[in-house]
Every structure is written in structure tokens, then in C-alpha cells.
């Protein structure tokens, strides 16, 4: 009983919707996209820092300082490192799934474009993490 206990503490979250993001940000004016992305942030670290030895900025951290005094390439350097170590994360679990640093040139930036590319970038960054969050979940380290 106690390690099924231990398990759902530890557990990461693996419901990440995007309708739910879309609705939710928008009710709170933003406000959920900063907890959404934090837990991201954080989580990519408990999945991934073992192996690769890098760490993500906290989210909040970018969103309420670096991106001000770097005049927001800060963000896009966050994202672009943030994407490749999904991606390497991705590959390293064996899991088929196609997100990385192109998705996010790609579908975020290039996606401008045609108004909806950043929402798809969302969508895929979501599933990504909801797929590692699993894996990891399932099979640990």
C-alpha cells in the first residue's frame, strides 16, 4: 500500500488538453499558460536531467525576467532548448512520436504564417510531455 502511495505522489501529470489550455487561458488572461508551462518546465527536468545533466529555467523565471531584459529572444532560445530536449527525451525512451527544435521553428515561428502554427506547436508540445510524463510514470528514470 505504501509504494502504490509513493507512486501517485511522485506521478507527473499526463492530462495536459489543449481545449482545456485554450479555455483556461483565456478565462484566466493568460494566467494558466504560466502554471501549464511551469509544470512543464519542471517536469522535463525530474524526466530528463539524469541522463542529458542540463536543467530548463523555471518558467516563471523566463516569463517574468529574462524575456523583459532580453527583449524576448530570451524566450525564443528557452523554447528552441526546451523542444530538443523533448525531442532527445522522446528518442531516448524509444517513444515514436514527432516533436523537437523543428516543431517549434516550424509550427511556432514559421506557423505565424498561417495564425494557428503556435497553437499547433502547443498541441504537440502538450502531447510530448503528456507521452514522457507516462513513460515515466510506467517505467520510472
Aim: glycine fraction near 8%; aromatic fraction near 14%; charge should be positive.
Amino acid at each position: 500500500m505504501e509504494t502504490q502511495i509513493a507512486q501517485k505522489v511522485g506521478a507527473l501529470k499526463t492530462n495536459r488538453g489543449f481545449i482545456k489550455y485554450l479555455l483556461l487561458s483565456t478565462i484566466t488572461f493568460g494566467i494558466y499558460h504560466i502554471v501549464i508551462m511551469s509544470s512543464i518546465s519542471t517536469d522535463i527536468n525530474t524526466i530528463a536531467s539524469r541522463h542529458d545533466g542540463k536543467k530548463t529555467m523555471h518558467y516563471c523565471l523566463l516569463y517574468f525576467l529574462v524575456s523583459w531584459i532580453t527583449l524576448f529572444i530570451g524566450n525564443l532560445v528557452w523554447y528552441h532548448n526546451l523542444s530538443k530536449r523533448i525531442e532527445d527525451e522522446l528518442k531516448r525512451r524509444n517513444i515514436t512520436y514527432s516533436f523537437g527544435v523543428m516543431s517549434y521553428w516550424g509550427w511556432n515561428l514559421l506557423g505565424l504564417l498561417i495564425a494557428i502554427g503556435p497553437l499547433v506547436y502547443k498541441y504537440k508540445l502538450f502531447k510530448a510531455m503528456n507521452l514522457l510524463s507516462e513513460n515515466y510514470n510506467t517505467n520510472g528514470c
